[in-house]
């Protein structure tokens, strides 16, 4: 959309959950996940499955929160970065509830928070929508880049798939039987595929971050609003390196973040401790930290608005060795607190 | 969405487009196909980059036929079997158009024309959607099987990735400059994704089927219709096995389909000339006979509703190599005819 859409009713995010692996649990976050498998595995044998389990898993979990069962459920939306998007069709998508399979790389989660508003918005048939992403260091590392046991060296800018995923369920704000103080997502932008001629698969950072400036400064340009309007300018996965270059191509464009600019792939880990280069990345890395740091926020009323981009690298192993580029990609979302529960201290 | 999707404002498909490679231009509906390339290479040196080439001259056909630049269109939802789906990310994708990554293997043609019927009635603010999916054999023989030079020996239940693509142009029917003639999409039925236990990667056929009669089953269940209401019931690409398959299932379900069956992957190939098995597939298979056959039907007046199903098999050859099954989805659209021409025949 060459605007900005404005949901007349917004959506509210009723119950979400996050899962994490090993490293990610040692993280600052660690203790905000709802739960960690220090193995990776997550029950299963195989990494690749693993993956699947925790798609599941985190879906499980956030209908056992809303005290909803898979059947309550009228549409799925789910992406991963294994190849085929196996771990979303495999996993969440075999549990029978009508299922739309996303591919925008790390920037699922946003994707699909916003297909789910507009599938809400547009049909009052459709009442509950559920939202899932994950990724898998293992699986992913030896798909894109080498098998861990190879033991390759990286460079400073690369970044480290996180073992993560996330679940959110969507209703209209406007149910009577929605807890008011449920977060909500009350405008979106499409993001556009810009390449920046960035052919390095270990930056990823350098080819999501002009994507990123590019619905921030259309966001801002379509709004009239500024950046102080917002609490938290919140990207996916750029990186250290990313956001340091989002930081820039912005103020070039005369836009000072203010500080408010946070990024789920620098928070994920810490670099004194975990050895991760640039930051996190994957399509749970937003997901799980959205969950788990910044919805909890708005529903305390710590937070009131949020922007929230999940940023995707569109890149194939194949296409990279046939001379292609990589794509950038960020769909946006505004995220809102709920009404204040009575009495509260907001 | 556990009900069928009624769009108060129907969506039309305003403009579309169709191209094929040299063997499905050989088959029995080449001639009405837009354009094909006999090399497959579509201009360019890979396979892979053809199918980027093919996206891109598809979307710009269809543009052009609607007399709009891509500047005028809001959104593009696209996908194909690539692995990271890079052929419509790095082709139409790279276009500037805002842009959402489908995967729904085969299926994504009605995805896509779903998820854009959707977008087109939440939100105002858009008015024009763009739909595109491509596939190409050689591109995908070797990335899910084997490379074409190793001539491998398939099965009779193996199916041929149909070197395709199609592009579709929707907006609400109620834009006053829309030729009233154009097809409307009226009604919607998101797949669910069926794992039938079927291991099998060549005989997707057999995957698929379950998942085309469970939406089936449930659309006239949900509907109180019968076959009888719908000149055609259309499938993607369920081959000579799975179609046979699919009639089976519905008649143990007390379904006849009545003669109106119609399977894109059966009619794009005459396999008496052509040494495709059990038939095509892939994403370009229903979205270029769609444009190409159907559409054009139904402009003309010669037919008057379709239940157009396009059929996926989510598999992955790792999933496929770690003992994983072959899940079908199958998402359904009720397409109309627009208001007959004055003057008309029909």
């Known amino acids: 959309m060459r605007s900005i859409i404005r949901f007349e009713t917004p959506v509210s995010i009723y119950a979400h959950a996050s899962a994490v692996g090993g490293a990610e649990a040692d993280g600052p976050l660690g203790a905000l996940f709802d739960f960690h498998d220090p193995t990776d595995r997550f029950g299963a044998d195989t990494w690749e499955k693993g993956e699947e389990s925790l798609s599941r898993a985190v879906l ?45 790389a790390c920037s ?19 009442r509950r929508v559920a939202v899932v992403t994950t990724s898998h260091n293992a699986a992913a590392e030896r798909q894109f880049r080498l098998p861990l046991e190879y033991g390759g060296q990286r460079t400073p ?40 001629g960035v052919k390095d698969g270990a ?3 350098a080819a999501m971050a002009p994507a990123a400036a590019d619905t921030i400064l259309r966001f801002f340009s379509l709004s009239g609003e500024r ?20 930081v820039e191509l912005l103020r070039e464009n005369g836009l000072n ?22 930051g996190g990345s994957g399509c749970g890395c937003s997901a799980s930290v959205l969950s788990a740091l910044f919805l909890p ?17 569109l890149m194939s192993p194949s296409n990279l060795l046939q001379g292609g580029s990589i794509l950038g990609i960020a769909p946006l979302v505004v995220l809102e607190a709920g009404k204040p529960k009575k009495g509260g201290t907001t």
Not at 228 to 242: F, H, K, Q, S, W
Not at 258 to 277: E, I, Q, S, T, Y
Request: charged content about 20%; some cysteine; proline content about 4%.
């Open 157 to 196: 800018t690369a970044q480290w798939t996180a073992t993560a995923g996330g679940a959110f369920l969507l209703a209209r704000a406007n149910e009577p039987t929605l807890d008011p103080v449920a977060p909500r997502i009350t405008a979106a932008l499409v993001g556009r595929a810009l390449d920046s």
């Open 108 to 126: 699922t989660s946003c994707e699909g928070l916003l297909l789910a508003s507009l599938a809400l918005s547009a049909s009052r048939e459709t």
């Open 60 to 104: 499980n979990l956030a209908l056992s929160r809303a005290g909803q069962s898979q059947d309550e459920i009228d549409l799925l939306f789910s992406g991963d970065l294994q190849n085929q998007c196996v771990a979303s069709s495999a996993g969440c998508g075999s549990m029978g509830i009508p299922y739309c399979g996303l591919y925008g």
């Open 297 to 313: 926020a708005l529903e305390r009323g710590e937070l009131r608005r949020i922007l929230f981009l999940a940023t995707g690298a």
């Open 227 to 246: 950046p102080y309007d917002y609490d938290r300018i919140v990207t996916g996965d750029l990186g250290a390196e990313g956001s340091a270059l989002l």
């Open 257 to 278: 973040l203010a500080g408010r600019h946070r990024d789920c792939g620098v928070l994920l880990f810490d670099p004194l401790k975990a050895d991760v280069h640039a």
């Open 203 to 205: 930056n990823m950072g």
